[in-house]
Nanobody
Framework: QVQLVESGGGSVQAGGSLRLSCAAS????????LGWFRQAPGKEREGVAV???????IYADSVKGRFTISLENAKNTLALQMNSLKPEDTAKYYC???????????????????RGQGTQVTVSS
């Protein structure tokens, strides 16, 4: 089993920034792909960003140029730096992990094997 615990959510005004963190523990391996997806009330899940070993991170078009995903290997911590936030970024954000290396599929499908409990991000206009 892999345990994922998110932190760093909150409320911010449009144009502001937030940094989400995710601590990975358990049977997680550095070869796993890690990522973030989000879900707003009444909407489908949306892949936000995915990072895999030896791959260039990929992002949803809606966040490109504003969000940055990174992995601190020494700390087993995944981060998502979110800048220039917009009201449409409001959602519950989930950290997720998967043993596969299908980076594009994971972003499009959000079909990760493991996920955390989520952290709420609210952006006001």
């Amino acid at each position: 089993q892999v345990q994922l615990v998110e932190s760093g959510g909150g409320s911010v005004q449009a144009g502001g920034s937030l940094r989400l963190s995710c601590a990975a523990s358990g049977d997680w391996h550095r070869r796993y792909c890690l990522g973030w997806f989000r879900q707003a009330p009444g909407k489908e899940r949306e892949g936000v960003a995915v990072i895999c070993l030896d791959e260039i991170p990929i992002y949803a078009d809606s966040v490109k140029g504003r969000f940055t995903i990174s992995l601190e290997n020494a700390k087993n911590t995944l981060a998502l730096q979110m800048n220039s936030l917009k009201p449409e970024d409001t959602a519950k954000y989930y950290c997720a992990a998967d043993p596969s290396s299908a980076i594009s599929y994971l972003l499009q499908s959000t079909a990760f094997t493991y996920r955390g409990q989520g952290t709420q991000v609210t952006v006001s206009s």
